[in-house]
């Protein structure tokens, strides 16, 4: 199986910074990956698909790169709806591995 | 509007058997691979099994082979779970959740609220 590890496993940040993500997979998975936000007692959300598409809806400030196994979101200004928990998941190959989790909290 | 609705978890014992029901719609569910995804209290998201559109491929996390059947009935809309031998680490919130492609991406663009399954004696 493919492990997926993000980092940091937290950050606290500010509303307005600008906020970064990685995720990187055991093995290269080309650009077979997909970010996903969660709120508390709330089903997740697709943010960003084919590592760098944004999801119809998606705010802007939103974005997705890299490919192979090393990968990146970043929230470029961050605002108070955006406080939540963020999962990187892989779609290469079954089983369709996710990250730990990276939880955005509030400074 | 697309709507997934889970259903059927609840309280069962270690060994015993649970049956998770996901209703969808306002889409055309017969085109669309679909999911279940579980989360234990306060971890992570696990992916769990999916089907292919008309039932044909399925695939499974290798902790539930065996164990887990994942089916669908496309004239009913709905998808489900059927869970055989439940062990405590089979807690969790299990989240039907819909591709976002007809053809298969493994992105996951709706899902429902889940239902919770809670195994213990």
């Known amino acids: 199986d493919i492990q997926m590890t993000q980092s940091p496993s937290s950050v606290s940040a500010s509303v307005g910074d600008r906020v970064t993500i990685t995720c990187r997979a055991s093995?290269?998975?080309?650009?077979?990956l997909a970010w996903y936000q969660q709120k508390p007692g709330k089903a997740p959300k697709l943010l960003i698909y084919a590592a760098s598409s944004l999801q119809s809806g998606v705010p802007s400030r939103f974005s997705g790169s890299g490919s192979g196994t090393d990968f990146t979101l970043t929230i470029s200004s961050l605002q108070p709806e955006d406080f939540a928990t963020y999962y990187c998941q892989q779609a290469n190959s079954f089983p369709n591995t996710f990250g730990q989790g990276t939880k955005v909290e509030i400074k | 509007e697309v709507q997934l609705v889970e259903s059927g978890g609840g309280l069962v014992q270690p060994g015993g058997s649970l049956r998770l029901s996901c209703a969808a719609s306002g889409f055309t569910f017969s085109s669309y691979w679909m999911s279940w995804v579980r989360q234990a209290p306060g971890k992570g998201l696990e992916w769990v099994a999916n089907i292919k559109q008309d039932g044909s491929e399925k695939y499974y996390v290798d902790s539930v082979k065996g164990r887990f059947t994942i089916s669908r009935d496309n004239a009913k809309n709905s998808l489900y779970l059927q869970m055989n031998s439940l062990r405590a680490e089979d807690t969790a919130v299990y989240y039907c959740?819909?591709?976002?492609?007809?053809?298969?991406?493994?992105?996951?663009?709706?899902w429902g609220q889940g239902t919770l399954v809670t195994v213990s004696s």
């Open positions: 093995q290269g998975i080309s650009s077979w």
């Open positions: 959740a819909r591709d976002r492609n007809d053809i298969l991406t493994g992105y996951l663009d709706y």
